[in-house]
């Protein structure tokens, strides 16, 4: 069985990229499950319920978060209803929406969001807290768990392919943008991929317009984040899972980038 990961969506472009490649990626890689981070959907900075229908239509089954889950304010009540959206699981109490989702039909798949706190707002300790969480979906009988990890930092992200190896289907980096290529299987059969990568234009500084980036870091003067335009490109990775034991046997990135017009 193969699932796809897709790497933050930044804006129009980033939906652009998905609707124009997602098809062709699933028939290509015979993809049963595929999910993508969202956080950043939205006019670069969260998601919104027309952002998320738009990219569930295109054919996502579900679809992550991260730090910033609630930058659109309707999510908070979004999140309640029955939605292939999670937020991230080591949020507080007061955070609506489930902590993690069990979907597809024929092989159940676990789908979990969580955050890194190294040089981000902190959450919970991640790695405290996803250990209750991986237990009772294992408790669940579901065998084939995905991780999408929103954290800043390499070494957060490596240590949890290391803490969660053999515990997990796949430990995904989602949020720097940048597609790391340090993919491999840790143990025997938890894929890993430090950063997924980024769905949304290229041209850019992460997703945003460069010019208002060089505002902000060479001049050191507030400027509006804007999401740029131009080509787009899609990142992820494709992760072979064998059904019955819920190990990783390869992952496989994916980029594909728009001819310049
Ligand atoms: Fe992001
Ligand atoms: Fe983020």
Known sequence: MNVLAIGDIVGQPGRRAVAAWLP?????????????????????????????????????DALTLGNHAFAKKQMLTLLADEWPVLRPVNGPVSWPGAPYLILNKRVPIALINLCGRVFMDALDDPFQAIEPVVEAIRARGVKCILLDFHAEASAEKVAMGHFLKDRVTAVLGTHTHVQTADERILGMGT???????????????????????????????????ETAAGPFMLQGAVISVDPLSGQATSICRVSLKEEPA
């Open 24 to 60: 062709q990626l699933k028939e290509e890689y015979e993809i049963e499950f595929c999910f993508a981070n969202a956080e950043n959907a939205s006019g670069g900075l969260g998601l919104d319920e027309k952002g998320a229908n738009e990219l569930l239509d295109a054919g996502l």
């Open 191 to 225: 894929a890993y991929l430090t950063d997924l990568g980024m769905t949304g234009p290229y041209e850019s500084v992460i997703g945003m317009n460069i010019e208002s980036s060089l505002v902000r870091f060479a001049k050191r003067l507030p400027s509006r984040y």
